[in-house]
Nanobody, 114 residues
């Protein structure tokens, strides 16, 4: 299984980006699909998650601005980011956690200028 993240870029404060994470290969026993981010000099932090049953959670720092969704047919998870702020600048990673193991994408850079 490989995860390919895309959609990052440079955006001005207040702008929007949509990240995608496409999975290739067979995914069995999915527990959750998540987005994390890691800013320079900081630890990786959880951003959002969605379960196969549709349960969704967000970090307080992104609640009401970010939206996670998934397309089962395309085996893709999305992160719609609105109202971006400079503090959102980070490398964003997707993660799929299964009952067998977890998988990580390669990361996509998001830079928000003030």
């Amino acid at each position: 299984v490989q995860l390919q993240a895309s959609g990052g870029g440079l955006v001005q404060a207040g702008g929007s980006l949509r990240l995608s994470c496409a999975a290739s290969g067979s995914l069995i026993g999915i527990k959750a699909m998540r987005w994390y981010r890691q800013a320079p000099g900081k630890e990786r932090e959880w951003v959002a998650s969605i379960t196969p049953s549709g349960h969704i959670g967000y970090a307080d720092s992104v609640k009401d601005r970010f939206s996670i969704s998934r397309d089962r047919a395309k085996k893709t998870v999305y992160l719609q980011m609105n109202g971006l702020e400079p503090r959102d600048t980070a490398v964003y990673y997707c993660n799929i956690d299964t009952v067998y193991k977890g998988y990580w994408g390669q990361g996509t850079q998001v830079t928000v200028s003030s």
